[in-house]
């Protein structure tokens, strides 16, 4: 008999979590409902990550008591089936929020490095390409956080210690929290493309992309926009058509509105353009902690006492 259905991997000490409590472990080897099907007939729990759970799944699970997201995001559940039966939902903010500061922060280093095409370069034998480009150093430069959550803290953080200076946008960020920060509050989006070199995502999406082909017109000549947070923040087919035009001077994204990203995407063939695939929380540590807060979560959620 399952208590525990975990939809998608997680790392092993969490497993290791769950049944030291005497929990029931079922390790998916496949999000397919067909293979879940006969483990959440007597599921109290599941673990899921970017998969998300649907209403039919949990129609499935009659003994649901909890669904716990193996990371922040909790967009891919369906809330409104989970709410109807009683079921709670739970997550874990922040505990890969230092894993993907630091990706954010790599993304940044590659765009203004050149560092995808300075490697193309030298596999190809292009010595010379190091006279034909400009890379750039990010101290004494402005970094414009759009958002101010665990993750734009802590990249924050990191930024200033490179000498950057950090401008926030965010409605629920405090004064003295940004002024313990050593951080500068924004008035608007305007103020912060306009004055921003790099302008890193960090908020939720709405219904439209945050910035659109008239907010990514705001953005400086000389701008680096970095996307860690959600793919539907940005309007991917015109941040294409800003880098073709050359009218910002590079983008690294991390997250896509469609994740794997399609084959015919407006993205792949553009110029100054890195790419990764939506790995800014996998950082071995941040696995680790996130799938033992997770567990943690579980555990709680059933009203189970956590070891000692």
């Not at 890195?274 to 943690?296: F, I, Q």
Request: charged share 20%; hydrophobic share 45%; with cysteine.
């Amino acid at each position: 008999m399952t208590d525990c259905v975990v939809v998608q991997p997680i790392a092993r000490c969490g497993v290791d979590l769950l049944e030291s409590v005497g929990l029931s472990v079922f390790e998916s080897p496949s999000p397919d409902l067909a293979v879940l099907r006969p483990h959440l007939r007597t599921a109290k729990a599941v673990i899921t990550r970017n998969t998300g759970f649907s209403a039919e799944a949990i129609d499935a699970a009659p003994n649901l008591e909890i669904i716990a997201s193996h990371g922040t995001g909790t967009d891919s559940i369906d809330k409104s089936a989970a709410e109807r039966r009683g079921i709670r939902v739970a997550s874990t903010p922040g505990s890969n929020a230092q894993s993907v500061a630091e990706h954010a922060l790599a993304l940044m280093l590659a765009c203004a490095r050149h560092v995808p095409s300075a490697d193309d370069a030298v596999r190809a034998g292009d010595w010379a390409f190091r006279e034909r480009t400009h890379p750039r150093e990010i101290s004494g430069r402005r970094l414009g956080l759009v958002g101010y959550g665990h993750v734009a803290r802590k990249l924050a953080a990191l930024a200033k210690c490179l000498g950057m200076t950090v401008m926030v946008l965010s409605k629920h960020a405090s004064e003295a929290e940004l002024a313990t920060d050593g951080v500068l509050r924004a008035s608007s989006l305007e103020e912060l493309l306009a004055s921003s070199q790099i302008v890193s995502l960090h908020g939720l999406p709405g219904a439209t992309p945050f910035l659109d082909k008239e907010w990514l017109a705001h953005l400086r000549g000389d701008a680096i926009l970095v996307n860690t947070a959600r793919g539907a923040l940005i309007d991917e087919a015109a941040l294409a058509g800003a880098l073709r035009a050359g009218r910002i001077a590079s983008a690294g994204l991390d997250v896509f509105s469609s994740e794997p990203l399609p084959c015919d995407s407006p993205l792949f063939d553009c110029p100054r353009l890195v790419l990764t695939p939506h790995m800014g929380g996998s950082g071995v540590e941040a696995l680790e902690r996130t799938a033992l807060e997770v567990a943690r979560k579980v555990i709680e959620g059933l009203g189970m006492a956590l070891p000692e």
